[in-house]
């Protein structure tokens, strides 16, 4: 019902910054909150930064100052990364709920974000 498609990885030194973009099609009028979501190898994927509709944000602790998650129209989601750490290292996944089915999670293919000097 929900596709979501990220872009904007790639390789990055330490202290640089990427910004990377999720763009959602199908039902997108009914999401309710979008996020991204990491997992570097050997770990548990992780919570980033959400949105919902309304403008509220969250972060994870690792992240504040640095991460800013932000929407420009109903459809197009963006994380702005700021002074990039090796341990930012992951695999990032856009993701988004439907107010409808919150308990359904929907998932893009993920880019790599690779902070390596």
């Known amino acids: 019902q929900v596709q979501l498609v990220e872009s904007g990885g790639g390789l990055v030194q330490p202290g640089g910054s990427l910004r990377l973009s999720c763009v959602a099609s199908?039902?997108?009028?009914?999401?309710?909150?979008m996020g991204w979501y990491r997992q570097a190898p050997g770990k548990q994927r992780e919570l980033v930064a959400a949105?919902?509709?309304?403008?509220?944000t969250n972060y994870a602790d690792s992240v504040k100052g640095r991460f800013t998650i932000s929407r420009d129209n109903v459809n197009t989601m963006h994380l702005q990364m700021n002074s990039l750490k090796p341990e930012d290292t992951a695999v990032y996944y856009c993701?988004?709920?439907?107010?409808?089915?919150?308990?359904?999670?929907?998932w893009g293919q993920g880019t790599q974000v690779t902070v390596s000097s």
């Open positions: 199908g039902s997108i009028f009914s999401i309710y909150v």
């Open positions: 993701s988004a709920r439907r107010q409808q089915s919150m308990s359904i999670t929907y």
């Open positions: 949105i919902t509709s309304g403008g509220s």
